[in-house]
């Protein structure tokens, strides 16, 4: 049985029906409730998503802001440990954002499918159109998805913090003794 079949099966409930058809949709101001609330639950997972960015981006933001700015008062040589262990804890910390990046996509593309297999059985199908119209996600000239840009950033914090934990090690000396100055 395909997935699209195997959601549709799950969401079309004999059981809600009662005695008629399996096939047939019940009562629709229900469904459009159904509809209405299931879209409003879409969006609160991309919103919960955007707030644990914004919080993984201020955070590391911070973390390299401090470690730059010990650094240049200090030197890297004072505190190598402090510097190491903020660096691990770092790329600990954008691994972790990632992930959930990761999740919260995921999460969002299973409830879509939903939302598309739910519009089949209403007269308009606005999510579904619009996914059409840009190329369901296919065509990055039409639409990229945030998403895809979005799973960049922590990545690129990692790179930030690899760097600080380079710099904060003797590995500085055997990647110089290695390639030179």
Not at 16 to 42: H, P, R, W
Request: hydrophobic share 45%; charged share 25%; with cysteine.
């Amino acid at each position: 049985m395909a997935e699209d079949e195997k959601i549709t099966k799950k969401l079309l409930n004999p059981d809600f029906f009662g005695e008629s058809s399996s096939t047939e949709l019940g009562n629709k101001k229900d469904i459009i409730e159904q509809y209405k609330l299931y879209v409003e639950m879409a969006d609160r997972i991309s919103s919960r998503r955007l707030t644990a960015s914004s919080f993984f981006l201020s955070v590391n933001t911070a973390i390299v802001a401090i470690v730059g700015l010990i650094a240049r008062n200090n030197g890297i040589d004072k505190g190598r440990d402090l510097f190491c262990l903020v660096a691990m804890a770092g790329i600990v910390l954008s691994y972790m954002w990632y992930r959930l990046i990761r999740s919260y996509r995921d999460l969002n593309t299973a409830k879509f499918k939903v939302i598309h297999l739910i519009e089949d059985n209403l007269p308009l199908r606005p999510y579904d159109a619009e996914w059409e119209a840009v190329g369901r996600g296919k065509k990055s000239e039409l639409y990229l998805p945030f998403t895809h840009i979005e799973v960049g950033i922590p990545w690129v914090f990692m790179l930030i913090h690899l760097f600080i934990l380079i710099r904060a090690t003797h590995w500085t000396n055997v990647f110089q003794a290695i390639f030179g100055n």
